[in-house]
């Protein structure tokens, strides 16, 4: 019995220690995460909002958050509207998000944002690879992989430990994070899957989109 105990005790202590070895969450300034050269466009005919988002943040899944900050569906955008497109820190501030949960959301859009300039890079260092296979990633761009999506969870679980009662912690947003960060290590790893790119997309916009609506619900 006794054996047993010190044994759960060195699982439980190595699993905390190794924990504490993880990244703590970055110290991000509002506008440390760069703006887009235009941060508003007139919306006119043949237009879409994944093109907007995808000239503005490098990623047409973001028309789900911009949909939502305007309060408007995709599909029904009208002729002339002004579609703003701050830096993501600076589209939550504006929506009113409380001062405590900034540096959370400044983390998440710099490692998004790091992401989407090192992307090109990455992409040809698998050009050509077959999917379903693996290759050999860079040094560096494999710890860049893994340095962002070690950001991403930990700015996901210090966002959560900010939220005291009646505010709710947004789970769905937060999974989101952490499905993105899983695609990141697989990159990172040079595993390549049909849609994966696709994949780590749809988890950053609908993250950035559910913790926009979570901010507006007042937090529930």
């Known amino acids: 019995m006794a054996l047993l105990v010190l044994i759960v005790g060195c699982v439980i202590g190595a699993f905390f220690g190794i924990r504490a070895l993880l990244p703590a969450m970055p110290r991000v300034g509002i506008d440390e995460v760069v703006a887009p050269k235009t941060e508003s466009v ?10 907007v988002a995808a000239a503005a943040y490098g990623e047409r899944h973001f028309a789900v958050l911009l949909a939502q900050f305007h309060h408007v569906s995709e599909s029904r955008i009208p ?3 002004v579609i703003r497109t701050p830096s993501i820190p600076r589209l939550f501030q504006q929506a009113g998000l409380e001062a405590r949960y900034q540096p959370a959301i400044n983390a998440l859009a710099r490692a998004a944002q790091e992401f989407y300039t090192a992307r090109p890079a990455y992409e040809l260092e698998r050009k050509g690879v ?19 999506a070690d950001e991403l969870e930990m700015s996901g679980e210090w ?10 912690v947004p ?44 901010v507006e619900m007042q937090y529930r």
Do not use: C
């Open 42 to 51: 007139v919306f006119g005919p043949g237009m879409d909002l994944e093109k």
């Open 79 to 81: 002729d002339g509207m």
């Open 130 to 148: 077959l999917r379903w296979t693996k290759f050999r990633v860079s040094d560096a761009m494999s710890r860049k992989l893994f340095r962002l």
């Open 159 to 168: 966002l959560a430990k900010q939220v005291a009662a009646p505010q709710t």
């Open 171 to 214: 789970k769905l947003s937060i999974g989101h994070f952490n499905q993105a960060a899983a695609g990141l290590r697989s990159l990172a790893k040079g595993v390549v899957e049909e849609y994966d790119m696709e994949m780590i997309g749809q988890h950053f916009g609908h993250g950035f989109q559910n913790l926009l609506a979570w």
